[in-house]
Structure formats: structure tokens, C-alpha cells
């Protein structure tokens, strides 16, 4: 049967994927290929003031992100400041997406959760899972492994290796 979707019930859902993407790793880009499935429209945002000794700027970050998700066509790059839930309600978003790698991860992202429910309960935070070769990578692990001239390959971008190593050497 074909699928059909009712005027009445059927609704856009934005999706926000906020963090510091300083760089933007495999890790990240395996989340936003998920969310991007998933998510009508999915806005990746930057958060301005997050980070206070970033290794690349806003604005880096920003065209970084833009040329690896070029690909996809409802997704968004975007820079925000302030509270998460001011920018997701002025975005009209409905969902927070946000990566669980280990269980590390898990105490800091459920406080987060709760605080931003509180602030804002019509907007819900969603989790997921990357794959299983990308539970280990970080934007901070890879800053150092860049710095200590170890390979990044299969951990970044091509675009983000390059520019990692001219940054760091
Ligand atoms: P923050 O500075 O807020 O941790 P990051 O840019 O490091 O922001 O990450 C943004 C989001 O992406 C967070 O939800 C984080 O858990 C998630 N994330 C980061 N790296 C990965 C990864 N390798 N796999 C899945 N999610 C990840």
C-alpha cells in the first residue's frame, strides 16, 4: 500500500544537534547521518561561547561542517549563543539530539537532559548511539593526537585532517 500522510496529524520535525564540533570528527558525522534519516530537518549548531580555548574558530568550524554535510539536504549549519532552549524554541525545534558513546557520558548528558526539560518541557531530547568504531572518539582526543603528530585518518574528515595539521604543526 502506498504511504500516505495525513494533512491533519502529519507534522515537520526539527531536530537541533548543538555542541562544540572543535573539530567535527567521523563520530559527529555519524550522528547527523542518523538524525538527518530520521529528523526532518536537522540544524547542527555551534555553540559560541562553549569552549573557552577552542583550536579553531566559529567560523572554521562553521565552513568545516558545511563542506562534510554538504550532502545532505535538510541539514543546517548554524551558530547560536545563550540558552539551548531560547535558540530551539526560536527555531521551532521539537527534539534535542545529542550522542551517547559509553556510559560515561551518560551522567552528565541525563543532567543536561533534565535541566533543559525543565526550562523547556515541550522540547525532548533524543539520544543515540554512533557505531561501535567511533564510541572512543572525541574532538578532544583527536586535538591531541594531532598536536603529538599521531594519524587521525579514519577518525576525521579528510578536510578536518588537513587543516588539523597545518593548524597544529
Ligand atoms: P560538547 O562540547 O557539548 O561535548 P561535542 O562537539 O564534543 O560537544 O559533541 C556534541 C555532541 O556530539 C554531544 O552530544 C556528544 O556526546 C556527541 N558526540 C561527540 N563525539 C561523538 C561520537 N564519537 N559519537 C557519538 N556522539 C558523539
Do not use: C
Request: aromatic share 8%; net charge negative; hydrophobic share 45%.
Amino acid at each position: 500500500m502506498a504511504h500516505r500522510v495525513d494533512p491533519e496529524t502529519s507534522k515537520s520535525v526539527t531536530a537541533i544537534y548543538p555542541g562544540s564540533f572543535d573539530p567535527v570528527t567521523n563520530g559527529h558525522l555519524d550522528l547527523i547521518e542518523r538524525g538527518a534519516m530520521i529528523f526532518d530537518r536537522l540544524i547542527v549548531a555551534i555553540a559560541q561561547n562553549l569552549e573557552k580555548d577552542p583550536l579553531f574558530a566559529v567560523k572554521e568550524r562553521v565552513d568545516m561542517l558545511e563542506a562534510v554535510t554538504y550532502n545532505w539536504k535538510n541539514v543546517e549549519v548554524d551558530v547560536f549563543d545563550g540558552l539551548l532552549m531560547d535558540y530551539a524554541r526560536e527555531k521551532n525545534a521539537l527534539v534535542v539530539l545529542r550522542g551517547i558513546r559509553a556510559v560515561s557520558d551518560y551522567e552528565y548528558e541525563l543532567q543536561m537532559a533534565m535541566m533543559n526539560r525543565k526550562i523547556e518541557p515541550q522540547i525532548e531530547t533524543v539520544f543515540m548511539m554512533p557505531a561501535i568504531q567511533y564510541s572512543y572518539l572525541s574532538s578532544r582526543l583527536v586535538k591531541e593526537l594531532a598536536r603529538l603528530g599521531g594519524p587521525v585518518k579514519d577518525l576525521v574528515p579528510p578536510l578536518v585532517e588537513e587543516r588539523l595539521r597545518s593548524r597544529v604543526k
